[in-house]
């Protein structure tokens, strides 16, 4: 809820602010030390000289100047030993700071990115936005900053050596090492940095990111996220599809069909990352010796995943360091029809695992409880409609999905219960019923589900418990349980004698709804039955919301006339026998054609384009 979230961003910021703090501590200890090497440069300079003119001048001043000569070796003694000492200091300094990026390397800087990339997960299927890359970015950089300015003081103290030293001076003792643990950490800090910012995705589906099309451009992005010193040569990152995939593991192969190898840019809108971007990504299936592919396994296609790997290695400061990283699973698809199955393999995939290397996760996929499966299908409404599920059709769904057990948060889903086995009594999956009822919604059904009009998965028994006790015409909006992307209304009458009917009409599809806009077919829609006129029986949205008040703001403008032309609008018709018998659990079912009477009777009340009239079923 709203103060769990609250509490996890104050978490998240005071964790930050730690971090923050830590490594502007390292930045200003390094920049003392830098403060450090130099006066132990002035130190040694002075000792230097006047070691030096000691030594000229010894054979004559022993004799001459026996005293003074040996409290100029006091002298001398004494700032060697201040000189060690601040050697010996600075270095103990140094190690103090190394330790100190080890642990914020260990402890705060790779679980934050570990964290941002199983965000980058979640947000892929719907989640929360991601955040917190440029964050990262300045992170690393500093702390790469720091490390490369240390190895140059490193470098500063051998110099130094070369000019003076003596028994027992730490820094030949200590240096070696102490440059080694430095490398260790410059190295792996850069090649942790190497990340992939943006996913592989279709352009065409920027919302469902993961699957690729065979023959469709895809776009993908990495990014480093260490600002690193210059450079000298350019550096170029290579892709590669299905790299080091064992045999046998997938029955398709694939080969990227463009350019797989690009030059890494500082963007200009950027603080300086070095970045690359394929545009212009396109994926070819292999072709097979005499028409067979081989290695034809129980996974479908949509459950083999497949990875893309960027590589490249350059070389900083004598330090040459390959750079590896790959994509989340892919699901490569050769048809459209197959976007759905592709989608909730990605989703299964990025909710459960966070290793991007588990291609074979659907070899035997784990079970997710129903609280983790219904927030993330809260999330692919979310996505399209700009807000998720509430509480009620959230238990509808869990109601149709897990039946008994749908009051139960922690009950274990399986992947095939989700998207493989066939609800009862149809002939199709959970996962293929909600997805067609997404797309209805994003291409038809927008506005009035946005304004809380769908009362959406409840079933045709509750629908009737709701209902029976309501005003004459009050009607509700649920989708239709047997027909794929389809949306119904069923209102109440109430006979002479008191008995309850219940009238539903025929699901409205994709092909009805692009022809009228569901609005318009709320507001025109009539029924007619022998010797009554045609009217429209829905009054009253459920529970009592006048029709066009609910309705109004939502209704295509009705065209004006004009001349000569006399205008026709599409009516959406039922036709309701007088002979047909209704028992409260029964749905109306209109029967074919209406008779000459009927006809003419009709053309007396309105005017409509004969040819365009739908004629409704029962569900």
């Known amino acids: 809820g709203p103060l769990e979230r609250s509490l996890q961003n104050s978490v998240a910021f005071e964790r930050q602010k730690n971090i923050d703090n830590r490594v502007a501590i390292i930045r200003g200890s390094v920049q003392l030390m830098d403060q450090a090497v130099k006066s132990i440069e002035d130190m040694q300079d002075d000792f230097d000289f006047r070691y030096k003119t000691l030594q000229a001048r010894e054979s004559s001043d022993a004799r001459q100047n026996p005293e003074m000569m040996k409290q100029e070796v006091t002298t001398l003694q004494a700032m060697l030993n201040s000189l060690d000492f601040k050697r010996k200091e600075i270095l103990s300094k140094m190690d103090d700071v190394i330790k100190e990026i080890e642990d914020l390397m260990s402890s705060q800087l790779n679980p934050e990115l570990q964290d941002w990339k199983r965000r980058q997960q979640i947000a892929a299927i719907g989640g929360p936005q991601l955040t917190g890359l440029e964050q990262l970015h300045s992170w690393f950089t500093l702390t790469a900053q720091s490390l490369f300015q240390m190895k140059r003081q490193l470098d500063k103290l051998a110099d130094l050596i070369v000019k003076v030293t003596y028994e027992s001076d730490p820094i030949p003792l200590q240096k070696p090492q102490m440059e080694e643990r430095v490398k260790y950490l410059i190295y792996h800090l850069i090649k942790s940095s190497f990340v992939v910012e943006k996913q592989p995705c279709m352009p065409t589906h920027p919302q469902k990111p993961l699957i690729i099309k065979t023959g469709v451009q895809f776009t993908t992005k990495v990014r480093l996220l260490v600002k690193l010193p210059e450079v000298d040569y350019q550096l170029k990152v290579k892709t590669t599809f299905d790299k080091d995939l064992p045999p046998g593991r997938v029955s398709r192969q694939f080969f990227i069909l463009t350019n797989n190898t690009k030059v890494m840019d500082i963007e200009d809108y950027s603080n300086g990352c070095l970045s690359v971007e394929f545009r212009h990504l396109q994926l070819k299936e292999k072709k097979y010796i005499n028409g067979t592919k081989g290695n034809e396994g129980l996974l479908s296609v949509t459950e083999e995943l497949h990875s893309l790997s960027f590589e490249a290695c350059f070389t900083v400061q004598g330090l040459t360091i390959d750079l590896e990283i790959c994509s989340l699973p892919l699901v490569v698809i050769s048809n459209v029809s197959q976007l759905p199955g592709g989608w ?276």
């Open 344 to 619: 909730v393999s990605v989703m299964w995939y990025n909710l459960l695992s966070d290793e991007p290397r588990n291609l074979a996760f659907f070899g035997n996929p784990p079970r997710a409880t129903w609280s983790q499966l219904s927030e993330v299908l809260s999330w692919q409404f979310s996505t399209f409609t700009g807000k998720g599920l509430n509480k009620e059709q959230l238990s509808m769904l869990g109601g149709k999905l897990l039946g008994q057990h749908a009051s139960c948060s922690d009950y274990q889903v399986s992947w095939s219960k989700l998207s493989k086995e066939n609800i009862p009594g149809k002939p199709f999956s959970f996962w293929m019923w909600l997805d067609s009822i997404l797309e209805l919604i994003k291409k038809h059904l927008l506005p009035v589900w946005n304004e809380n009009y769908i009362m959406g998965f409840v079933s045709k028994e509750m629908e009737r418990t709701l209902l029976k006790d309501k005003e004459p015409g009050t009607f509700l909006l649920r989708f239709s349980e047997s027909h794929l992307g389809g949306i119904t209304f069923t209102w109440v009458e109430h006979g002479d004698n008191g008995e309850v009917k219940f009238n539903s009409v025929e699901p409205y599809t994709k092909n009805r709804l692009s022809a009228l806009p569901f609005a318009d077919i709320i507001r025109d829609y009539k029924v007619i039955s022998e010797g009554v006129v045609p009217e429209n029986p829905l009054k009253f949205l459920y529970p009592d919301i006048p029709k066009d008040e609910a309705f109004g703001r939502l209704y295509n403008i009705q065209p004006s006339k004009v001349h000569p032309y006399i205008t026709s609008t599409l009516i959406p018709i039922s036709q309701l026998r007088s002979n047909t018998t209704t028992t409260p659990s029964s749905c109306q079912s209109p029967e074919p054609p209406m008779t000459p009477g009927e006809f003419d009777m009709l053309s007396e009340h309105l005017c409509f384009d004969i040819n365009s009239m739908s004629s409704p079923y029962s569900e």
